[in-house]
């Protein structure tokens, strides 16, 4: 049973229960919700899993099943849009499908001559066990190790049992950080892309909490807000500079699960990584 350790609600606002851990409020996401739960005066956010450092998918999907979260945030599945609401709005702008590849040190060379996705078929790459983009990959013939617990995929990178751990553009240098231990760096030739939205999911049940952060986040992308919060975010600035896409071989990839929902037609809801905005 859940122990909330939740912060109270305030003014007779109606309390969100969000996944936010009080040291991860500057992410992008984290930040965004926040905000788009306080406009409108109408809900208060709080946050029942207190300091918990980390909480898999799996929990947060089951919190909002059950009612103990009210959302979760992640990579969408057809799946997922058929059971929750998802909020149609692609958070991170696609990063989450602009992928770099996490090497050992002693591999940073290992796709200087990869030019096509039938090369990049030679070497294996290590993925979450669920997440919805290793579908993708496996769809596209890309071979997959596939691993349960996220943190054990680092050191499966080091041990040799993949050859590379593609990551969303703005992850892998904090990640890299985080396990420093590690002999690992990011890969200098080539970025996978494929488009993979990564959304804000409600129960379906919560109608009026949809439309408000449907509405509110609407808002935040006409004044400019949605844009700047995107913009300082530290992971995504470190990728900007860092990533050095111009320098880089773009594989693309097809992603065949998308929903007839995916908002394609909104250019400015999508970052281009070839055109750097």
Request: aromatic letters at 12%; hydrophobic letters at 40%; one cysteine or more.
């Amino acid at each position: 049973m859940l122990t909330c350790m939740c912060e109270p609600a305030h003014g007779g606002r109606t309390p969100i229960k969000i996944p936010i851990q009080s040291d991860q409020r500057e992410k992008f996401p984290d930040r965004l919700i926040l905000e788009a739960i306080k406009r409108g005066e109408k809900y208060e956010p709080v946050f029942p899993y207190g300091d918990i450092s980390s909480l898999p998918l799996s929990t947060r999907i089951n919190g909002v099943r059950n009612g103990e979260l009210d959302i979760f945030f992640g990579l969408t599945t057809a799946d997922y849009e058929n059971e929750f609401q998802a909020i149609y709005i692609p958070l991170y702008r696609g990063m989450m499908g602009m992928r770099l590849a996490i090497v050992k040190r002693g591999k940073s060379e290992l796709f200087k001559d990869v030019r096509s996705l039938e090369d990049l078929r030679r070497f294996s790459a290590g993925q979450g066990k669920f997440w919805a983009d290793s579908d993708i990959l496996e769809h596209n013939g890309v071979p997959l190790v596939r691993e349960l617990k996220y943190h054990n995929l680092f050191r499966m990178l080091e041990a040799d049992r993949f050859d590379y751990f593609p990551r969303g553009m703005h992850e892998p240098w904090s990640e890299i950080s985080t396990h420093r231990a590690l002999n690992l760096v990011v890969d200098e030739h080539i970025m996978l892309w494929y488009t993979v939205p990564f959304y804000f999911f409600v129960n379906k049940s919560n109608v009026e909490l949809a439309a408000h952060l449907t509405e509110q986040i609407e808002k935040m992308i006409a004044d400019g807000s949605f844009t700047r919060m995107f913009q300082e975010d530290s992971d995504v600035q470190q990728a900007l500079a860092q990533a050095n896409l111009s320098q880089r071989e773009i594989i693309r990839l097809e992603n065949p699960f998308l929903t007839p929902q995916t908002p394609l037609e909104r250019k400015e809801l999508w970052f281009d990584p070839e055109l750097g905005e």
